[in-house]
């Protein structure tokens, strides 16, 4: 029981979404035609273009008094499940009198001639219902998806001034309607499977426009959709509609395009990677004879390219006025001092994506740091001739923070250096570089590790280290030496077994006896070894004191 009435609620609830489909859909008509109020006859014929002249109407008639509720609308006419075409459907409610014979309804669409039609009323009917208003209907005007309608209304004879008009848009494709049943907006559906491993992007069909092959490729969707060279074609008479197409890189514009093989057909579109945007970064070059840094988007976007520093911490700091706006264009930045800590930072949205373009290839200059005789010696060296600003600076707060104590100006020439006289500052000082001949150029600071002089903390560690050094070698040395002498004895011991064990060996047993030796008699008698006699019958001498 519970089963049957789940059944029926189900049945029910399929019904409902159904009926609800439905009225979301086009009404749907067997054929066009025009259609009179009951009791008025009407008939259609052609109207010609250039109509007579209008003729002058009486004061009691005006377009506000003879048209009432005009509406337009669009049905469909289907003669099969994907061959559906659209027709406008005109309404209007028109005050009738004995000088109206009829209407003329004219329609304009962009690109044709203007197409108009009569509906004229007989005699005997309009007489009939003069003075009151009747309903006339015509739905026999043929209109494409999305296509803008120009219509006009006159009366017959046409009166001057007795006329209405008005625009009208007919329902785009995107409608589920129209993109399941009119063949103008019957684009296919596509589906997809990324192969990242093989860079493939295995794609299937359905819903496809009956009787015809269908096309499918890859583009970079902009302005157009240009393609990139991997297509595929699929046959109607193919049991499986699929295809795999290869790429080269996800990009966020990388689409997957699919149309029918006929005239003018519409095209659908995905893009499996429309949100992989840090694809979009990549490609930053520099010239380093013009000193030009440049990148140019694979894809149409909108983002901020800035020049930054990049940190010890991670963090990149922009440069001042270092920003530009990223369209469709290359932007170029121009005299840029190429250092591995200059990056350029990319911003869409409220995300940011950092590149270093110089770091482990071409570095103009750095400063070099030598060691001898205890104190440290600091050179510049360039590959180019560049004039830089150097400041001896004292570390205060963060990382980046370095109180200027003094600045000198300084020219190297290419592929030479210039020592920087560092010997009479004091202990923990930094310098602070900077190129000057460029627009846009990173700022180092490096800091002495050691003073110039030795110190006694410096002396009294070493000398720690030294007494831990010599303590060490002697525990080793003693544990060495224990070692070898247990070692030289246990040897000695296990040889003396052996060789006790040998000389047992080697006795007659017949001959064997067993005397103890100077073994002291309970009676303060001494056995003498010499006069003992083995065998059954043998006895021991006493000897008394």
Not at 512 to 517: G, I, Y
């Amino acid at each position: 029981m519970i089963l049957w009435v789940a059944l029926l609620m189900f049945r029910f609830w399929l019904g409902l979404n159904g009926t609800a489909a439905e009225s979301t859909g086009l009404e749907r008509i067997k054929k066009c035609e025009t259609r009179c109020s009951q009791g008025l006859n009407c008939k259609t014929k052609p109207d010609y273009v250039f109509s007579p002249p209008c003729e002058n109407a009486t004061e009691d008639l005006n377009a506000s008094s003879v048209f009432h509720n005009i509406s337009l609308s669009t049905v469909m006419s289907c003669e099969g499940r994907q061959k559906c075409s659209l027709h406008l459907r005109i309404k209007t409610v028109l005050q009738l009198t004995e000088s109206i014979h009829g209407l003329s309804i004219c329609t304009i669409t962009a690109g044709m001639m203007m197409n108009c039609r009569i509906l004229s009323f007989t005699r005997s009917s309009r007489e009939r219902m003069s003075g009151l208003q009747v309903e006339v209907e015509n739905d026999c005007t043929d209109v494409s998806p999305n296509q803008q309608v120009q219509v006009m209304l006159k009366t017959i004879p046409s009166y001057c001034g007795l006329t209405w008009s008005g625009t009208y848009n007919a329902p785009e494709c995107g409608s589920e309607d129209l993109r399941k049943h009119v063949p103008e907006c019957i684009t296919g559906r596509l589906s997809y499977d990324v192969n990242p491993r093989r860079k493939e992007l295995n794609v299937s069909v359905s819903d496809m426009l009956e009787d015809h092959n269908y096309y499918l490729r890859l583009c970079y969707k902009g302005f157009i959709c240009s393609g990139t060279g991997a297509s595929a074609l699929i046959k109607k008479e193919d049991p499986v509609k699929n295809a795999a197409l290869p790429y080269s890189r996800p990009l966020p514009c990388l689409c997957i395009e699919g149309w029918s093989t006929v005239t003018d057909a519409p095209r659908v579109q995905v893009c499996p990677f429309r949100d992989r945007l840090e694809e979009l970064w990549f490609g930053v070059t520099f010239d380093p004879l013009e000193e030009t840094l440049s990148w140019e988007s694979a894809c149409p976007v909108t983002a901020v390219a800035t020049l930054c520093q990049k940190r010890g911490d991670g963090a990149c700091v922009d440069l001042p006025h270092a920003s530009q706006n990223v369209s469709r264009g290359k932007i170029t930045f121009t005299e840029v001092d190429p250092h591995p800590q200059l990056c350029v930072k990319f911003t869409a949205g409220s995300q940011s994506w950092t590149r270093c373009p110089f770091v482990g290839r071409f570095q103009a200059w750095e400063v070099v740091v030598t060691r001898q005789e205890g104190h440290e010696e600091v050179k510049m060296m360039s590959k180019i001739s560049a004039t830089f600003s150097v400041g001896l600076c004292v570390k205060s707060g963060g990382p980046a923070v370095c109180q200027i104590t003094k600045t000198n100006t300084v020219h190297v020439e290419e592929n030479k250096g210039v020592g920087l006289n560092l010997t009479e500052e004091p202990c923990n000082s930094c310098v602070q570089v900077r190129r000057l001949d460029v627009k846009y150029a990173a700022t180092i600071i490096h800091c002495l590790e050691q003073c110039n002089q030795s110190h006694p903390t410096t002396s009294r560690s070493s000398w720690g280290l030294t007494w831990v050094v010599v303590l060490a070698g002697v525990c080793l040395s003693g544990i060495i030496i224990v070692t070898l002498v247990l070692h030289v004895l246990l040897t000695v011991d296990q040889r003396r077994k052996q060789n006790r064990n040998g000389d047992e060996k080697q006795i007659d047993p017949a001959l064997h006896c067993v005397v103890p030796v100077l073994q002291t008699h309970p009676h303060r008698g001494i056995l003498i070894p010499g006069s003992l006699q083995c065998g059954n019958a043998e006895k021991a001498n006493l000897i008394s004191e």
